[in-house]
């Protein structure tokens, strides 16, 4: 089945640099990757998503990179803040089913 | 809107009581998911229904069972509840799996089996 992999499963940066969190997937049929972003004690949230005919996409400070020839993506995010520290999740598409990444914990110190 | 909204938000029980997790969105999806989070482990997605009626395993589904009861609510029921299933649990629904995936997820179930 699909699996998912995520790393680092901790990312500690100063504000104001970027944070850069990846993913590779195993099954070459996925064709739709999101990002979600969980505040502590919050349920998770959609910040951006990627389909499998686009290489990158951007929306502000996040951005989102695809090479489906290696199977992997990545969460860019610039000019960090304090509130972007959260838990990043990533996934990837099975058959409707969504299939999550095991998390990053970003901290953004001041 | 409320959007997905679970009840309740925390409970405690004693290793073999049973209980159900309720789950209800308003935004007419189709699709609707229940998914457990675990420290370090993600979100695993235990029973998922792809439309009224119909339900289908996920990747974790031992101990568990799900109704959906019409198109608005999905609900989880844990028959003989273990420590193991202690947890924070998150009903999600989607629009419609073939255009859009985007997942709405309602605040959580904190369950602890003592």
């Known amino acids: 089945g699909e699996n998912v992999e995520q790393h680092p499963s901790t990312l500690s940066v100063q504000e104001g640099d970027s944070a850069v969190i990846k993913c590779t997937y195993s099954d070459s049929a996925s064709n739709y990757f999101p990002w979600y972003k969980q505040e502590l004690g919050k349920r998770p949230q959609l910040i951006i998503d990627i389909r499998s005919n686009v290489g990158e996409k951007k929306d502000q400070r996040i951005a989102v990179t695809l090479n489906k020839t290696a199977k992997h993506f990545s969460l860019h995010i610039t000019e960090t803040q304090p509130e972007d520290s959260a838990v990043y999740f990533c996934a990837s598409i099975r058959t409707d089913k969504l299939i999550f990444g095991t998390g990053t914990r970003l901290q953004v110190f001041p | 809107n409320a959007g997905v909204t679970q009840t309740p938000k925390f409970q405690v029980l004693k290793t073999g009581q049973s209980m159900t997790l309720q789950c209800a969105q308003d935004m007419n999806h189709n699709s609707m998911y229940w998914y457990r989070q675990d420290p370090g482990m993600g979100l695993r997605l235990i029973y998922y229904?792809?439309?009224?009626?119909?339900?289908d395993k996920g990747e974790v589904p031992n101990g568990y069972n799900v109704s959906r009861l019409n198109k608005r609510e999905f609900s989880l029921r844990l028959e003989s509840a273990a420590p193991s299933q202690t947890s924070v649990y998150f009903c999600?629904?989607?629009?419609?799996?073939?255009?859009?995936?985007?997942?709405?997820f309602g605040p959580g179930t904190r369950l602890t089996v003592t």
């Open positions: 229904s792809a439309s009224e009626g119909t339900t």
């Open positions: 999600a629904s989607t629009p419609d799996p073939g255009h859009t995936y985007e997942q709405y």
